[in-house]
């Protein structure tokens, strides 16, 4: 296998997804599609038919990944983080091989390896194959899914021309080749629907998700989601990190639960976002984002950095996901819930599986993203298990998060059997 990603071209892609549907019904391997109940979450002016999609990371780069992702299920969609570094100077920079799923998980990517031109095609691609497909295969809506752009690193780099080109491209296409393309393409694929595809929205996405460095100042935090919500206008997210929970915090928990051999120091904690610059910051913006009529809320959380100690990864530090980060994640978003009385819009990434993820939804924490537990056997229709698990569950627009019950999460998260490291007794 390459480790160079190669878009494909939209007709070959397209092609690709009618002939293989045709004669085995699958889409890119995914067997088992969902069919959305009719049930739906309103989300950022928009609506979404399951509360699950891929987190932004190696799932959400390709259209082939979120077309996949689709046909099991997801509907909220972070595509891959774009900054201004991209392509081959990216690529330089991360190590091979650079992702460790065999437990819990490890990586050393940062944001996309394609150029950030690249990737507004495919997700662009990815936007109208997924349009065409709800109407033609019957899937669901084809306006029940949403796309929230990642974005990172600094205020600089995002105000630049590649990276802002790319917000206000992907928050009108009309005028871009690719989408002028997609629907040429369509049309010519699905004469039947010319119609329905010459009105498909070129609005791709209308919410971003603001990713930043360990180290970033919280001034520079707040200047970047000020200035998404201000000047760009779009429902926004900030992504937190783990260590604002304090190096004791995280240290207690993994230690309990057999993961004291994961090894870290305490800089990250000390150069990281502090709970006592956090909260105020939190509150001002979600007041700008309530006078200019747009959701904010928090994305709950970054991968964990750790050292290399094993020879897991090369180099001398990696990212930890997975099973081991849903509790030091949960006892954020217990933390978070507690500080605004079940007010903050929380956004999960942390260890969300199909053990944990009805627990959250019905304790409001939506939508959830996933990217460790897709990298595993199942690959994406381990999301198909996740909507099933949850669609009994009432499907309400957000009215706060359940305190207690991620209190609770979070406390029976040291002992659950899910999130434990199994431990060899020592001998009688």
């Not at 939190?282 to 950095?305: I, M, V």
Request: some cysteine; charged content about 20%; overall charge negative.
């Amino acid at each position: 296998m390459s480790e160079k990603m190669y878009p494909i071209p939209f007709d070959s892609l397209m092609n690709w997804v009618t002939s293989e549907y045709a004669q085995c019904g699958d889409v890119f391997g995914v067997h088992k599609h969902y069919h959305a109940s009719g049930k739906s979450l309103p989300i950022f002016g928009e609506h979404i038919e399951t509360p699950f999609g891929p987190a932004a990371g190696p799932n959400s780069q390709l259209a082939q990944n979120i077309i996949a992702a689709y046909a099991a299920g997801a509907r909220f969609f972070e595509v891959k983080t774009v900054q201004k570094m991209d392509g081959a100077e990216l690529a330089a920079c991360v190590p091979r091989p650079c992702i460790l799923a065999a437990d819990e998980g490890y990586n050393q990517e940062w944001s996309t390896e394609l150029t950030v031109q690249q990737a507004q095609d495919e997700y662009i691609k990815a936007w109208c194959a997924l349009k065409i497909m709800s109407k033609v295969y019957g899937f669901g809506d084809p306006d029940g899914f949403v796309f929230n752009m990642s974005v990172g690193y600094d205020l600089e780099g995002i105000k630049g021309e590649k990276v802002n080109s790319y917000i206000d491209n992907m928050m009108d296409a009309s005028n871009t080749a690719q989408f002028k393309e997609c629907l040429a393409v369509l049309t010519e694929l699905f004469p039947q629907e010319k119609d329905f595809i010459a009105g498909i929205s070129p609005r791709v996405s209308r919410s971003v998700t603001v990713s930043t460095l360990h180290g970033c100042p919280p001034q520079e935090i707040e200047r970047i989601a000020s200035y998404l919500l201000t000047e760009k206008g779009l429902h926004t997210f900030v992504k937190c990190n783990p260590t604002i929970l304090g190096y004791k915090t995280a240290r207690t928990i993994l230690d309990s639960m057999g993961y004291d051999y994961i090894v870290f120091d305490e800089h990250h904690f000390n150069e990281d976002l502090q709970w006592a610059d956090a909260v105020p910051m939190f509150e001002r913006l979600q007041a700008l984002a309530d006078s200019r009529g747009l959701e904010f809320g928090l994305k709950l959380s970054n991968t964990f950095p750790v050292d290399t100690t094993r020879n897991e990864l090369p180099g001398t530090e990696m990212y930890m996901s997975g099973r081991s980060l849903f509790p030091l994640t949960i006892e954020m978003c217990s933390r978070i819930s507690r500080q605004f009385n079940g007010k903050m819009r929380i956004s999960f990434a942390g260890g969300a599986e199909f053990f944990n993820c009805d627990k959250l939804f019905a304790a409001g924490i939506w939508p959830i993203t996933v990217a460790t537990t897709i990298l595993k056997p199942g690959g994406y229709n381990r999301l198909a298990q996740m909507v099933e698990k949850t669609e009994k569950l009432p499907y309400h627009a957000f009215n706060g998060t359940d305190s207690a019950a991620i209190s609770d999460m979070s406390a029976a998260s040291h002992s659950d059997f899910h999130h434990l490291k199994p431990i060899k007794p020592l001998p009688a």
